[in-house]
């Protein structure tokens, strides 16, 4: 069992619906969370962090942290063409911070 | 505010051979994370300094090392090439180890 879990997608979106992204997590004693948006080529850009069980919202994105159920996930609100990207969910614990595979999402016009 | 930055850009060796991966962190950050990602997978954890100690390592065999300098920049050096180690190496900086971390551009690796 991986340690962080996502669908890899592709998750086809149109212009200016929601894309919602989840992921799991296998260790409880996880303490942050953050969604990385990496595009084609390019190295993951942070765009969310989350700590502690509820909703976070910065502009477009909202993140959600469920430790019970032991999932966060991420909301894109109003998509465009670029958020066009491959999603990555990463979590700390333990001394080291764990990524998923991550999931790639394409908006179509 | 000066970013992560990484070098060389891409680098490309033989197998057997041994290199040197240099990173600057960003300002005002002590930490520093390696990670190595393949085509296709998400970044892999190498090791983690703090205050020129390595304070945490993932499942990479002793071949691959690295250092920390007062200045908080940092080096990941590996021996032995073999070409598996083919892939994008990140470097990552941040103020303690639990708190967001960000990349620089990454070193491009590729073992013939």
């Known amino acids: 069992q991986k340690e962080v879990e996502q669908n890899s997608g592709p998750l086809s979106v149109p212009e200016g619906a929601i894309a919602s992204l989840n992921c799991t997590y296998s260790d409880r004693g996880s303490q942050s969370f953050f969604w990385y948006r990496q595009y084609s080529g390019k190295s993951p850009e942070l765009i969310m962090s989350i700590y502690s069980n509820g909703d976070k919202e910065d502009g477009r994105f909202t993140a959600q942290l469920n430790k019970a159920s032991q999932y966060v996930s991420l909301l894109i609100r109003d998509s465009q063409p670029s958020d066009s990207a491959t999603y990555l969910c990463a979590v700390w614990g333990w001394g080291k911070l764990q990524f998923g595979a991550g999931t790639q999402v394409v908006v179509t016009p | 505010e000066t970013g992560v930055t990484q070098s060389p850009t891409h680098l490309i060796k033989t197998r057997g051979q041994q290199v040197t991966l240099r990173c600057s962190s960003q300002?005002?950050?002590?930490?520093v994370s390696w990670y190595q990602q393949a085509l296709g997978q998400g970044p892999q954890f190498i090791f983690q300094?703090?205050?020129?100690?390595?304070?945490g390592r993932g499942n990479f065999p002793p071949r691959f090392s690295g250092l920390q300098f007062p200045n908080y920049s940092s080096e990941l050096n590996v021996n032995a090439l073999e070409l598996d180690d083919s892939a994008l190496y990140l470097c990552a900086s941040s103020r303690e180890g639990s708190e967001p971390q960000h990349f620089g551009d990454g070193t491009r690796l590729s073992i013939l």
């Open positions: 300094y703090y205050r020129e100690e390595e304070n």
């Open positions: 300002s005002g950050h002590n930490t």
